[in-house]
């Protein structure tokens, strides 16, 4: 059997190393436009604002491929893929073919339709190839705009200030992660992100960038105002990467559909990660979310089909995580509750700061906020996704003395 891995990021890893582990004798071959070794993503803000150094940034040693009998198709874009010829064409002409293949080609950031995009000091961060081309060009003073207050702009604006640059973050509603963070939540986040020195712009977004000698100069925004900027960073969210998909019928506008062993509409074609549309571990409907654990979590669980074993996907569990300096978050699951029977549990403990919200639904665990202590955020998740009934629990989380670390010792 051979398997065809287009993309060697979280999901594409982890199912080339789950059909090696149950499918020791069957070919692999992954597929990266990108020309070098697998990296982190998530490390990316932390090399921008100097926190690691960039060999920290690898995810396997030097040898990888060959250590695993990969055949690795590094620098080669793919341009098609054709299901009833069973083979991936690359843009350098080459044509890969395969029993069984897996899309894990994730997502690429997004960028509004406004003038002034194409100006020099416009940046994206998503791949390695963003980051070199910031160091290379960031300008020596600022100020820096970071249109997006979700917990990559928040964590790249850190990076900025801590470089020494003016910082100015655009939000477009009235606080940060609307969707995610209730109002306390948000205001303790504003208070911890303006204790970095960033300034925040909420109910403001770009509708045109203006230039100087081909470089951006100022930002203007909705309500007139224009604020004067040496760079620019977009961080407004990903759209799924399936380009290369136009015509196979596999891709609709939110990802690639797939059923709950990760199977697309066509039955040689695993889908995994960032580029699918899973479906929500609690509602059980399609839920588009973007996080590294659940590439993972897909990317093994498709790799075992791929392999014959056939697991299934539990879902998807929507989750947070904002670190910075001053505040810690940790969120997952439902902001509000669903049904009738829907309750809200939420303390904030004035001597520490810290604050837990719980959002219940039918006697079980939908929800849940940490700020500040996030230790035990393990817990509450694994009590989310087995949906453990509270009253099952030996203690009950609806008190503010709630002990999560004490539940199962
Ligand atoms: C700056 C930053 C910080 C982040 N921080 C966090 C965090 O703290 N926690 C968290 O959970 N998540 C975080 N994320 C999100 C996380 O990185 C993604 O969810 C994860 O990378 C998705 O993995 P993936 O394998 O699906 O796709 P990707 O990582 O996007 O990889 C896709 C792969 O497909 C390849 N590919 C795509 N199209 C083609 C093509 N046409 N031809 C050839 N190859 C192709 C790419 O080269 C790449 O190898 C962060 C993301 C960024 C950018």
Same mark, same amino acid.
């Given at each position: 059997?051979?398997?065809?891995?287009?993309?060697?990021?979280?999901?594409?890893?982890?199912?080339?190393?789950?059909?090696?582990?149950?499918?020791?004798?069957?070919?692999?071959?992954?597929?990266?436009?990108?020309?070098?070794?697998?990296?982190?993503?998530?490390?990316?803000?932390?090399?921008?604002?100097?926190?690691?150094?960039?060999?920290?940034?690898?995810?396997?040693?030097?040898?990888?491929?060959?250590?695993?009998?990969?055949?690795?198709?590094?620098?080669?874009?793919?341009?098609?893929?054709?299901?009833?010829?069973? %083979? *991936?064409?690359?843009?350098? $002409?080459?044509?890969?073919?395969? =029993?069984? @293949?897996?899309? #894990?080609?994730? !997502?690429? /950031?997004?960028?509004?339709?406004?003038?002034?995009?194409?100006?020099?000091?416009?940046?994206?961060?998503?791949?390695?190839?963003?980051?070199?081309?910031?160091?290379?060009?960031?300008?020596?003073?600022?100020?820096?705009?970071?249109?997006?207050?979700?917990?990559?702009?928040?964590?790249?604006?850190?990076?900025?200030?801590?470089?020494?640059?003016?910082?100015?973050?655009?939000?477009?509603?009235?606080?940060?992660?609307?969707?995610?963070?209730?109002?306390?939540?948000?205001?303790?986040?504003?208070?911890?992100?303006?204790?970095?020195?960033?300034?925040?712009?909420?109910?403001?977004?770009?509708?045109?960038?203006?230039?100087?000698?081909?470089?951006?100069?100022?930002?203007?925004?909705?309500?007139?105002?224009?604020?004067?900027?040496? %760079? *620019?960073?977009?961080?407004? $969210?990903?759209?799924?990467?399936? =380009?290369? @998909?136009?015509? #196979?019928?596999? !891709?609709? /506008?939110?990802?690639?559909?797939?059923?709950?062993?990760?199977?697309?509409?066509?039955?040689?074609?695993?889908?995994?990660?960032?580029?699918?549309?899973?479906?929500?571990?609690?509602?059980?409907?399609?839920?588009?979310?973007?996080?590294?654990?659940?590439?993972?979590?897909?990317?093994?669980?498709?790799?075992?089909?791929?392999?014959?074993?056939?697991?299934?996907?539990?879902?998807?569990?929507?989750?947070?995580?904002?670190?910075?300096?001053?505040?810690?978050?940790?969120?997952?699951?439902?902001?509000?509750?669903?049904?009738?029977?829907?309750?809200?549990?939420?303390?904030?403990?004035?001597?520490?700061?810290?604050?837990?919200?719980?959002?219940?639904?039918?006697?079980?665990?939908?929800?849940?906020?940490?700020?500040?202590?996030? %230790?035990?955020?393990?817990?509450?998740?694994?009590?989310?996704?087995?949906?453990?009934?509270?009253?099952?629990?030996? !203690?009950? /989380?609806?008190?503010?003395?709630?002990?999560?670390?004490?539940?199962?010792?």
């Amino acid at each position: 059997m051979r398997h065809v891995i287009i993309g060697t990021s979280a999901a594409g890893l982890a199912a080339a190393e789950m059909v090696r582990r149950l499918a020791p004798g069957d070919a692999v071959a992954l597929i990266s436009d990108e020309p070098h070794l697998p990296y982190s993503r998530p490390l990316l803000t932390y090399l921008l604002g100097g926190e690691i150094t960039p060999e920290k940034i690898w995810l396997r040693p030097r040898d990888y491929f060959e250590r695993f009998g990969f055949e690795a198709h590094l620098g080669e874009p793919v341009v098609q893929v054709d299901p009833e010829g069973r %083979a *991936v064409h690359l843009a350098s $002409g080459r044509t890969v073919p395969y =029993d069984r @293949l897996l899309v #894990a080609s994730g !997502a690429n /950031p997004r960028v509004p339709e406004i003038p002034g995009t194409d100006l020099g000091c416009v940046f994206t961060l998503r791949h390695l190839a963003d980051w070199r081309r910031l160091e290379a060009e960031l300008p020596a003073g600022g100020p820096v705009v970071v249109v997006g207050m979700g917990a990559v702009g928040l964590k790249a604006a850190d990076a900025f200030r801590q470089r020494g640059y003016e910082v100015h973050v655009l939000a477009r509603g009235a606080q940060a992660l609307s969707k995610v963070l209730d109002p306390t939540a948000a205001g303790l986040l504003h208070d911890a992100v303006t204790a970095l020195g960033i300034r925040v712009h909420y109910h403001a977004w770009p509708t045109a960038l203006k230039g100087a000698n081909g470089r951006v100069a100022q930002v203007v925004l909705n309500d007139g105002r224009e604020l004067s900027a040496a %760079a *620019v960073l977009f961080s407004v $969210g990903v759209e799924p990467r399936v =380009d290369f @998909l136009a015509g #196979a019928g596999l !891709a609709g /506008p939110d990802g690639v559909p797939v059923d709950r062993t990760l199977r697309t509409g066509h039955p040689n074609i695993y889908a995994a990660g960032d580029c699918v549309l899973p479906h929500h571990l609690l509602t059980g409907k399609p839920a588009a979310f973007h996080i590294w654990p659940a590439a993972v979590a897909q990317g093994e669980v498709a790799g075992a089909n791929m392999a014959g074993a056939g697991r299934v996907y539990d879902g998807i569990l929507p989750m947070n995580s904002i670190s910075l300096k001053t505040i810690r978050i940790i969120t997952g699951g439902h902001q509000y509750p669903d049904g009738p029977h829907g309750e809200v549990f939420a303390h904030l403990d004035g001597r520490t700061g810290h604050y837990r919200r719980l959002v219940m639904d039918d006697g079980r665990l939908v929800g849940v906020t940490l700020v500040g202590d996030v %230790a035990h955020a393990g817990i509450y998740f694994r009590i989310m996704a087995r949906k453990l009934p509270l009253r099952d629990l030996p !203690a009950d /989380p609806r008190t503010p003395d709630f002990q999560p670390g004490r539940l199962w010792a």
